[in-house]
């Protein structure tokens, strides 16, 4: 054994480490590998070094810059891949790895479950609550897209809120597919969330972060965690709308409200000006209506409270007239009282003559007691008479004088009511003629070329507004913002591309 052992051939370290990595290499020329991407680290060399996973084992892989440089995948941990490339042995630490130099996606079913994950983690975080999501504005100053600068879809947005609500425009370019996608989007978003620290005049009231459909990898950009996280964190309010109406991506989840197609995120955020041009005609007239109708109302109740006032006397001289009749009555009751007593006498005079004298007598004190009686109820009627004569004429002045104050009072509220009333009327036409003006400046040609937007006349000068009605080798004319550019039509292309 001894003797076998003597006739072994004596390798030293690095001789075994690159016979390994000459084996290694060999047996493993081209492979293809399926795994979870987990650690991805990115050295300023531009190189890439991650580790591939599966459920019971690891692999440590590499991309070189260039190679990198080729991919249009975002390397996520936990992102499910499958990589082309050679196997081969690292001799300074004994370890095997894989150098790559393609990398994919593991295929749609992967994307879903990696998509599934996430939005079990924000559903926990609570991103998706509603509690948490901002209203869409009604009437919109001034609107951000985020969205590319080429394509269909900017110029769908565009002309439907031309068409619609003429407002300001910001336009964020952005790539919407790729590895840098994501990072560029989110970046749009917090930038627009900061502008609304500032107090500017170009603070948005609304983004829309728009693109058009497309597979789930090519709409992996808005399934992003950098992407997610800053529209949750935007100050201004988000319409969210990517791809089709079946196509579902993570930011229309956490977004403030989700667009079936970018050209419906226009129409949602803006109102049709034709409708709110009768909505204002409509309060115009409610306005002037109720104002009309309040004056009225005013005049109607001073004028009866006037009315009444001047047929007071009716009331007062009801009193008097029953103190006359009072006065009238009592006279006649103790005339009626004289008379009866008299006759009593007279009689007991006849039967009694002996008694004479003394009825005589009698009578003389009654007739006194009974004119004492008499002149003291007439002289207190009298005195209850020139009393309430006093107290009428009191009255009366009084009644004048209140009559005149309560005109004044009433006039002078009636003048600050319609006064308020017309002043509130007055700030409703400014602020309809200011929206109006605002309208129109949107709506005019200098303004619009100020956008960017050229205007196309023919050799005629009559406005060209498709490609039908122009021929080619036709002279027309391009209208900028600073001047004109007299052109030559060389070729046509009927379409969007």
């Known amino acids: 054994m001894s003797n076998n052992q003597n006739n072994f051939y004596i390798?030293?370290?690095?001789?075994?480490?690159?016979?390994?990595?000459?084996?290694?290499?060999?047996?493993?020329?081209?492979?293809?590998?399926?795994?979870?991407?987990?650690?991805?680290?990115?050295?300023?060399?531009?190189?890439?070094?991650?580790?591939l996973k599966d459920?019971?084992?690891?692999?440590?892989?590499?991309?070189?810059?260039?190679?990198?440089?080729?991919?249009?995948?975002?390397?996520?941990?936990?992102?499910?891949?499958?990589c082309t490339g050679k196997m081969t042995t690292f001799p300074g630490?004994?370890?095997?790895?894989?150098?790559?130099?393609?990398?994919?996606?593991?295929?749609?079913g992967a994307?879903?479950?990696?998509?599934?994950?996430?939005?079990?983690?924000?559903?926990?975080?609570?991103?998706?609550?509603?509690?948490?999501?901002?209203?869409?504005?009604?009437?919109?100053?001034?609107?951000?897209?985020?969205?590319?600068?080429?394509?269909?879809?900017?110029?769908?947005?565009?002309?439907?809120?031309?068409?619609?609500w003429p407002c300001n425009i910001d336009i964020f370019p952005v790539k919407v597919q790729g590895k840098e996608s994501s990072e560029e989007i989110a970046q749009a978003i917090n930038l627009i969330s900061r502008i609304s620290d500032i107090k500017s005049s170009r603070i948005p009231d609304l983004i829309i972060v728009a693109r058009g459909g497309g597979s789930v990898e090519d709409l992996w950009s808005f399934n992003d965690e950098g992407v997610v996280r800053a529209v949750y964190n935007c100050k201004i309010p988000i319409i969210s709308a990517i791809g089709h109406e079946t196509d579902t991506t993570l930011i229309d989840y956490v977004s403030d409200l989700r667009a079936p197609?970018?050209?419906?995120?226009?129409?949602?955020?803006?109102?049709?000006?034709?409708?709110?041009?009768?909505?204002?005609?409509?309060?115009?007239?409610?306005?002037?209506?109720?104002?009309?109708?309040?004056?009225?109302?005013?005049?109607?109740?001073?004028?009866y409270n006037y009315r009444f006032l001047s047929k007071s006397e009716v009331f007062l001289n009801i009193p008097s007239q029953r103190l006359d009749y009072s006065l009238q009555s009592l006279t006649k009751v103790i005339d009626q009282i004289q008379i009866?007593?008299?006759?009593?006498?007279?009689?007991?005079?006849?039967?009694?003559?002996?008694?004479?004298?003394?009825?005589?007598?009698?009578?003389?004190i009654l007739n006194k007691r009974s004119e004492g009686f008499s002149n003291f109820f007439i002289n207190n009627l009298n005195n209850k008479s020139i009393k309430y004569e006093k107290l009428n004429a009191s009255f009366n002045l009084l009644k004048n004088n209140l009559n005149f104050s309560l005109y004044i009072y009433k006039v002078k509220k009636l003048f600050d009511t319609n006064y308020s009333l017309i002043d509130r009327?007055?700030?409703?036409?400014?602020?309809?003629?200011?929206?109006?003006?605002?309208?129109?400046?949107?709506?005019?040609?200098?303004?619009?070329?100020?956008?960017?937007?050229?205007?196309?006349?023919?050799?005629?000068?009559?406005?060209?507004?498709?490609?039908?009605?122009?021929?080619?080798?036709?002279?027309?004319?391009?209208k900028f913002k600073d001047g004109f550019v007299d052109s030559k039509v060389k070729k046509i292309y009927v379409g969007n591309n």
């Open 11 to 51: 390798w030293n370290v690095s001789e075994i480490s690159y016979a390994i990595k000459s084996v290694v290499e060999n047996s493993f020329d081209f492979i293809k590998v399926k795994g979870e991407i987990s650690r991805p680290v990115y050295p300023a060399s531009g190189h890439v070094y991650f580790t």
């Open 55 to 82: 459920e019971k084992s690891s692999l440590n892989a590499i991309i070189w810059k260039n190679d990198f440089l080729k991919t249009s995948l975002k390397l996520e941990d936990g992102l499910e891949v499958v």
């Open 93 to 108: 630490n004994s370890k095997y790895q894989i150098i790559i130099q393609d990398i994919q996606h593991a295929g749609e």
């Open 111 to 164: 994307l879903l479950k990696q998509i599934e994950e996430r939005k079990k983690t924000f559903l926990a975080e609570g991103l998706f609550d509603d509690s948490k999501k901002l209203p869409i504005p009604k009437y919109p100053n001034r609107i951000a897209i985020i969205t590319s600068p080429s394509g269909a879809v900017i110029q769908d947005i565009l002309h439907r809120v031309e068409d619609r």
């Open 261 to 303: 197609t970018p050209s419906a995120a226009a129409e949602i955020a803006t109102p049709l000006k034709s409708d709110i041009e009768l909505k204002i005609k409509d309060m115009d007239f409610k306005v002037n209506k109720s104002v009309i109708s309040m004056i009225k109302n005013f005049n109607d109740r001073l004028i």
């Open 340 to 364: 009866q007593k008299k006759i009593e006498f007279t009689e007991i005079k006849n039967n009694i003559p002996f008694l004479g004298q003394l009825i005589y007598k009698s009578q003389d």
């Open 425 to 478: 009327y007055v700030s409703t036409l400014e602020n309809r003629v200011n929206s109006l003006s605002r309208l129109l400046i949107s709506n005019n040609i200098n303004e619009i070329l100020k956008k960017g937007f050229v205007f196309v006349s023919d050799k005629n000068g009559k406005p060209v507004n498709s490609v039908k009605k122009i021929d080619q080798d036709e002279l027309i004319k391009l």
